[in-house]
């Protein structure tokens, strides 16, 4: 029974001057164990003891799956992309048809990892003001392969409508185009961005001091927006893109994605953020889309000439069918040979042109001093040297095993040799161009052989 702080009052008072407790029970109207309750102080009216029952939503299964979610994060071992209570939850109410409250998950997660939340500094910013961008590292699996990718993350700061990009490297040709992307996919350019000290965009100093790099230097100039850069240290100064980062991997890239090429990553990161728009921000007038749409009306419009985001050279052909960009090699048609053409390396690929038509386009290699052959580059050079075909490097890196092997069994017969590699080039007999008038020449000598011409294709060979 509850008693008012005035009876627990007069209860104390008759006991402490001697009255029985069947006295003041029956004086009072009180049942005799709620005098003994509080007769002594023992107890007190005003506090309410808490139930500490197990909510009745999570049953046995629920809790395991919580436990499953975080032994999955500990056998990963990638702290920046671990299950939240909140992806937890989500999990639950998709994955188990959970009907419990997310407060009930959050603490048996807080029960479990003993963890407490981060505190963020809210910003405020006008329409169009202000970008903050950050780079982020994730794990994901491509084509079975586990393995470190780079999230460019950018945020309009009035929306906060998320822009999310993986790339394979953070180098300034992602950087750069990472920029392009984000300024069409907002569809104009804000008056400032902040960004961190990183040497993709710094070249020395920091904070206001900063000297931005020239591919940044140019970007900024074309696109006409200022380039501000944090203090060492100072995350909160772009804190909604550092919150960015964190709920990329936590709530798209958990659990751990396994996709077959970075082109799908890119496609599910911009879904993601693209759905983010229904959301409406707690301190926010209206959904993120709405705001969206109120801001993208005071953007800059967008440049006439698209920037350039590659690295650009000329190089000459070698006598291997190859051109070298940033230590690899990669190859180009063996019709090229001795030719100067222009290279363009961009983030995820490398393209070569001459004469502003583009000949040879290769995915760019991360690693250093490769060679990357096509094989379709090298079958007019094979057509006429047959006997070169199994000891050829482009045959070697192209072919499968099955088929290398298959290839061997023919070995004593070109034209079937022939047949197989256009085959798994998917190019029929009449599409594989014939040498007919070829020279072969040391490629000492190649320069003489061009200044003769003749109308004859010249194909050189050795170093």
């Known amino acids: 029974m509850v008693i008012t702080v005035k009876d627990y009052k007069e209860i104390r008072q008759r006991y402490l001057r001697g009255e029985s407790q069947r006295s003041i029970a029956r004086a009072l109207h009180l049942s005799r164990n709620t005098v003994a309750k509080y007769c002594t102080g023992a107890a007190v009216p005003w506090e309410r003891k808490i139930?500490?029952?197990?909510p009745v939503a999570l049953t046995a299964e629920v809790v395991t799956f919580i436990q499953q979610c975080l032994a999955e994060d500990e056998i990963q071992n990638v702290h920046k992309q671990h299950h939240t209570a909140k992806r937890i939850y989500d999990r639950l109410v998709a994955e188990r048809g959970f009907t419990g409250g997310e407060s009930t998950v959050r603490g048996k997660v807080r029960e479990l990892k003993k963890t407490v939340s981060n505190a963020f500094i809210p910003l405020a910013f006008s329409p169009g003001e202000a970008l903050q961008v950050d780079w982020g590292e994730a794990v994901v699996y491509i084509n079975g392969?586990?393995?470190?990718?780079?999230?460019?993350?950018?945020?309009?700061?009035?929306?906060?409508?998320p822009i999310v990009l993986a790339y394979r490297r953070q180098n300034e040709e992602s950087f750069l185009d990472a920029f392009v992307r984000t300024f069409a996919q907002i569809g104009g350019i804000p008056e400032k961005v902040i960004?961190?000290?990183?040497?993709?965009?710094?070249?020395?100093?920091?904070?206001?001091?900063?000297?931005?790099?020239?591919?940044?230097t140019a970007l900024s100039a074309h696109y006409g927006f200022d380039a501000l850069f944090c203090n060492p240290a100072e995350g909160h100064e772009k804190g909604l893109v550092e919150g960015l980062v964190g709920w990329a991997r936590r709530n798209i890239l958990v659990p751990i994605p396994r996709v077959f090429a970075l082109s799908e990553l890119n496609s599910r990161l911009a879904d993601r953020c693209k759905n983010y728009g229904d959301h409406q921000i707690q301190g926010k007038s209206a959904l993120v889309r709405d705001l969206l749409q109120?801001?993208?009306?005071?953007?800059?419009?967008?440049p006439l000439y698209p920037f350039e985001t590659a690295k650009c050279s000329s190089v000459r052909v070698t006598s291997l069918s190859t051109i070298r960009f940033n230590t690899n090699d990669y190859s180009v048609p063996v019709d090229y040979v001795g030719r100067t053409v222009g290279v363009k390396g961009y983030a995820?690929?490398?393209k070569v042109y001459l004469g502003g038509k583009l000949i040879a386009s290769h995915e760019r290699c991360l690693g250093k001093h490769q060679s990357i052959y096509k094989l379709e580059h090298y079958l007019p050079l094979l057509e006429q040297r047959g006997r070169a075909i199994l000891n050829a490097a482009p045959v070697r890196q192209n072919?499968?095993?099955?088929?290398?092997?298959?290839?061997?069994?023919?070995?004593?017969d070109p034209h079937e040799m022939m047949r197989i590699l256009r085959q798994h080039c998917n190019l029929p007999q009449q599409e594989v161009p014939v040498i007919t008038d070829v020279v072969l020449v040391q490629s000492v000598d190649l320069k003489r052989y061009d200044l003769l011409g003749g109308g004859k294709q010249v194909i050189a060979y050795g170093h």
């Open 294 to 302: 109120e801001e993208q009306a005071a953007l800059r419009p967008l």
């Open 399 to 412: 072919l499968p095993e099955d088929v290398f092997k298959e290839l061997r069994t023919h070995a004593n």
């Open 51 to 54: 139930t500490e029952r197990a």
């Open 145 to 161: 392969v586990k393995q470190t990718i780079h999230l460019f993350c950018a945020r309009l700061c009035f929306s906060c409508m």
């Open 348 to 350: 995820q690929t490398v």
């Open 195 to 216: 960004f961190d000290n990183g040497k993709v965009a710094v070249k020395d100093g920091f904070g206001a001091h900063a000297k931005k790099q020239a591919g940044y």
